[in-house]
């Protein structure tokens, strides 16, 4: 079983919808992170939390919010969605005592 | 600020090539520089990570080296097959937290 997943994988929804994007892993991190991806762009940092009490923002985080729901869960929420949040969105994971983060398999996202 | 960019956007070459990906940074005051493959629907998986005080890191048919002076690192991929088909990125993650990363190399290797 992958140790970061993501819910939906992929979603296609219409503007002024809300929507939540599920991140859970199994890596006991404390640290998770949510990015999210567009062509021409890379990836760039929403939100990120460093544990269950601590959510901080990102680069970009108009738009979204987040809920650390416990250690393991870390979720994305847009209130309202709009076409140009069109893109693919990770979920991340880090430990303190590594260089890396772990990255969850992408959800891609519609907004229409 | 730190500002990361890989060029070429796209690549392809034949089973065999050796190939070099290029990444170049602005700040050379980076501490980490990793570079990430990308496979659709698989996420990101880290492949070499290069501290400041390394020049170079090598796994299996993967080189990675990092010049800090001229803002340049490069990933050298040895005989290459189909199945390093995928985007590969480059970024500093010299922040505990904020990784900023390029805009990715999308490779094919043709059998």
């Known amino acids: 079983d992958a140790d970061v997943t993501q819910t939906p994988r992929n979603r296609i929804t219409k503007t002024g919808k809300r929507i939540m994007l599920e991140c859970s892993q199994t890596k006991g991190h404390d640290r998770m992170y949510w990015y999210r991806q567009d062509p021409g762009l890379g990836l760039r940092l929403i939100y990120y939390?460093?544990?269950?009490?601590?959510?901080n923002k990102g680069e970009i985080s108009d738009g979204y919010s987040v809920s650390r729901q416990a250690q393991a869960k870390f979720s994305l929420s847009l209130e309202s969605a709009i076409p140009n949040q069109t893109a693919l969105y990770f979920c991340?994971?880090?430990?303190?005592?590594?260089?890396?983060?772990?990255f969850g398999p992408g959800t891609r996202l519609t907004v229409l | 600020k730190q500002e990361v960019t890989q060029i070429p956007a796209a690549l392809s070459v034949p089973e065999g090539e050796n190939l070099v990906l290029n990444c170049s940074f602005t700040d050379s005051a980076i501490y980490n520089l990793q570079w990430f493959r990308q496979d659709p629907g698989k996420g990101l998986t880290s492949l070499l990570l290069i501290q400041s005080s390394q020049r170079e890191q090598t796994s299996g048919r993967l080189n990675a080296s990092l010049d800090k002076s001229s803002g340049r690192s490069t990933l050298y991929i040895a005989a290459s097959q189909p199945g390093d088909s995928a985007t590969y990125l480059c970024a500093d993650t010299s922040g505990t937290y904020k990784y900023i990363f390029g805009t990715g190399t999308r490779l094919k290797v043709l059998a």
């Open positions: 939390s460093f544990d269950v009490k601590d959510i």
């Open positions: 991340a994971t880090s430990d303190l005592q590594e260089d890396t983060q772990y």
